[in-house]
Every structure is written in structure tokens, then in C-alpha cells.
């Protein structure tokens, strides 16, 4: 699933806002790029498969592939390069007023580098949103682009660390095979014991841990990824509602529609109508 970059034309209002994107992506097919005098913004770009090649100045290289991520710094020389085919990455390039504060008081960043991230599939579900919005046009736009950018920043700071053993990470490490079990099921109706049985632990255990990586319940997390792919297909299909229902493993079209309702704040055909 490749997807073109989606960028921000820029204007006075959007220059004035704190936090702000230049550019999203999402699937990325990630092209050879070196920049011997860097580039003028901040970039995030974190691995979705394969695996890739980052080199930084003095040539010190580092491999990136899932669950590690590379900020890049402004005017900062630096080159990146696919190691296999179909290399692609979830990516987003920083404007804002306050972005360089965020990043060096926050993130206690000071220079271009890489890092584990814990729950990569929590960055890359925010990344996926802003770039869902910034293919439409409301009237408020802006401001939503600002605060998912924002909210994007927090989960940076929250799941990303440059240590290689941090306990986030080793946590994160241990749920991979139920974020995989979860992504490849969306169709499907998801059991708490089936996850819990996949890692090895009850079902009240896993439950806390899971809490404690993602910040959300496992319920809560199979429902933004069942409704993330539901709004998928109303924006990318002609599908009934009933239909995009039973795709996201959810027989009851009414249930659905409460569910979408109570975490969108609108109905799924209104959905569709505002962002299609």
C-alpha cells in the first residue's frame, strides 16, 4: 500500500500556529536522499517495513527498521538509503513557533538521532490521522492540523527512548505478537483471552500491561484500529455501512454506528459526507 506525501501550502494563518506539519506521509516508499547542508525543518521519520540505512555526519551509520525512529535536525548534513526493496516509512517534516522548544526542553533532544519506539503502531496511528485530514478541506482544518501535530509530539516524547534496553521498549518488545495478531484480524471478532493466551499471561495481567505501554485499554486500542480501517473504506470505497461493518469484524450495523458515533462525534455517513 504506497501512498504519495501530502504537503501544507503554508499560509500566514498556518505559519502562526505552534505546532504545524510541512509534510505528512504514511506508507512511504522511502527514495535515496543525502543533503550535504541538511535540510531547513525538523523531521520525524520512523520505519513501517523493510529496513533502511541512516548516515549522519562523521559517517556514523545506523540501521532503521521497525520500531526504531530517526529525528532529524535542521541544517544538519545527513543521508538515509533503503538496505532492501520496499523499504517505507510514516514520516512528518515540524514547522511551528514553538517546535524547537518542544523538541530540545521535551524531547531533551540537542542534535540529529535515532530511537527505539515503543508501540511504533501508536505514532504511526496518529501520522495516519493527520494525513487522512490534510487531504480534505473544513473549514477548521488548521487548527485540527495543529492539535494532532501536537498530540503527535506528546506520543513522541511518551514511547521513544535512544537507550536500547529501556523498559518501555523491552514491554513493547513482549506485546509485538499481539499489535501483529490485532492488525491482522481487524475483520474479526477479537477475544481479551485470545491476546492474553498469545503472550502468555491472564487475561487481567495483560490487560494492565497493555495499559501501561499504550495508554489505552485493549478494547480501546481494537476499536480505533477497527474504526481507523473503517474510515478507510468510507473515504476510499462505496461500501454500505452495513457492509464496512462486517469488514471491521462487527456484525451489528447499529452497534457500529454507536461505536463510530461515540468516537468520532458524528455518524459514519456524516463521516464520509464531510471528508470524502
Not at 166 to 183: E, G, H, Q
Not at 219 to 243: F, G, M, S
Amino acid at each position: 500500500m504506497k501512498k504519495p506525501l501530502r504537503w501544507s501550502i503554508m499560509t500566514d494563518f498556518e505559519r502562526q500556529l505552534p505546532y504545524y506539519y510541512t509534510i505528512v506521509g504514511t506508507y512511504y516508499e522511502q527514495e535515496h536522499i543525502k543533503r550535504t547542508h541538511g535540510y531547513p525543518r525538523f523531521q520525524w521519520l520512523q520505519c513501517r517495513c523493510g529496513r533502511g540505512e541512516l548516515i549522519l555526519e562523521y559517517n556514523k551509520k545506523f540501521i532503521i527498521e521497525q520500531g526504531k525512529g530517526m529525528l532529524l535536525f535542521p541544517n544538519e548534513p545527513h543521508e538515509y538509503h533503503a538496505l532492501e526493496p520496499g523499504w517505507q516509512v510514516d514520516l512528518i517534516v515540524f514547522t511551528g513557533t514553538q517546535i524547537e522548544d518542544f523538541i530540545r526542553r521535551i524531547l531533551k533532544a540537542e542534535r540529529s538521532t535515532v530511537y527505539d519506539v515503543a508501540s511504533p503502531q501508536t505514532l504511526s496511528g496518529r501520522l495516519e490521522e493527520l494525513y487522512m485530514l490534510a487531504g480534505t478541506s473544513p473549514a477548521t482544518k488548521e487548527l485540527t492540523c495543529s492539535a494532532l501535530t501536537y498530540a503527535f509530539l506528546v506520543e513522541l516524547s511518551r514511547l521513544c527512548s535512544s537507550g536500547q534496553s529501556s523498559p518501555m521498549v523491552r514491554l513493547t518488545d513482549k506485546l509485538s505478537p499481539v499489535f501483529s495478531y490485532i492488525a491482522q484480524n481487524v475483520d474479526k471478532q477479537i477475544s481479551l483471552r485470545a491476546l492474553a493466551e498469545l503472550v502468555g499471561l491472564t487475561p487481567q495481567y495483560f490487560c494492565s500491561l497493555f495499559k501501561k505501554v499504550t495508554s489505552q485499554t485493549p478494547v480501546e486500542y481494537i476499536n480505533l484500529i477497527k474504526l481507523r480501517h473503517a474510515k478507510a473504506l468510507l473515504l476510499q470505497t462505496e461500501l454500505p455501512v452495513r457492509e464496512i461493518a462486517r469488514r471491521v469484524g462487527v456484525e451489528d450495523a447499529s452497534y457500529f454506528c454507536a461505536l463510530f458515533k461515540r468516537y468520532e462525534h458524528m455518524t459514519p455517513m456524516s463521516f464520509r459526507t464531510l471528508h470524502g
